[in-house]
């Protein structure tokens, strides 16, 4: 089975820190992946990495950014952390083919930013 | 970003019940998944579904692909509690990098 693990279940931070989230997944994966999950809104991709860093700015990359220096190791940062960016954070893998191959999510990280 | 409109977005059901919920979308798709997403863990792939038309069953659970390739349903037979959860459609465009465009969500509650 695909692990994807996230490094943290719950986090709370300050507003202005610096906020590193991290994923590893164990499938020699290709593409990863960082959403965030808000209620009403489902899953946004907020940035999405197809190999070792390379990175592609998903649908709300406003506020993050992102890091992959290995392939298993895909993580998001914030910058300077806002309260707008309290939310679920959930990260995905893939391989990649010539069919979509379904995304492996982790367990997700509850951020809070006070 | 474009979103698929996934509906309903709750429902509340006895236990023994059937349930049905669908996604749309104005695009075209290559693939059609559904997620189920238990309260605080991460989605968990149910159906896979690659080719238009394609009727997919996996226990209690039934999808279908839709003939246009713009629409997707979900089925679920004889509701138990287990079942509770958020459902999630989610529709691929046939990129390599396995991009994913995901509905709102369905809130799914079950009565014993």
């Known amino acids: 089975d695909v692990k994807v693990t996230q490094s943290s279940r719950y986090l709370v931070k300050r507003t202005g820190e610096k906020v590193f989230l991290e994923c590893v997944q164990d499938?020699?994966?290709?593409?990863m992946f960082w959403y965030r999950q808000d209620p009403g809104l489902g899953l946004r991709l907020i940035y999405f990495s197809y190999d070792v860093k390379m990175k592609e700015k998903g649908d709300i990359p406003e506020g993050y950014s992102v890091s992959r220096e290995k392939k298993e190791r895909f993580s998001l940062i914030l910058e300077s952390a806002s309260t707008n960016q309290t939310s679920m954070y959930l990260c995905?893998?893939?391989?990649?083919?010539?069919?979509?191959?379904?995304?492996?999510f982790g367990d997700g990280t509850r951020l809070s930013i006070l | 970003g474009q979103q698929l409109n996934q509906s309903p977005q709750s429902m509340f059901i006895q236990e023994g019940e059937d349930v049905s919920m669908n996604c749309t979308s104005s695009s075209i798709f290559n693939t059609w998944l559904w997620y189920k997403q238990d309260p605080g863990e991460g989605p968990v792939l149910l159906i896979a579904l690659y080719k238009a038309g394609e009727l997919t069953s996996n226990g209690r659970l039934t999808a279908q692909f839709g003939i246009t390739r713009k629409d997707s349903f979900l089925n679920i037979s004889a509701s138990i509690p287990s079942d509770v959860g958020i459902y999630f459609c989610?529709?691929?465009?046939?990129?390599?990098?396995?991009?994913?465009?995901f509905g709102q969500g369905t809130i799914l509650t079950v009565h014993p």
């Open positions: 989610a529709g691929a465009g046939g990129t390599s990098y396995g991009k994913l465009t």
């Open positions: 995905a893998s893939s391989s990649p083919g010539s069919l979509n191959q379904p995304q492996h």
């Open positions: 499938m020699d994966h290709e593409n």
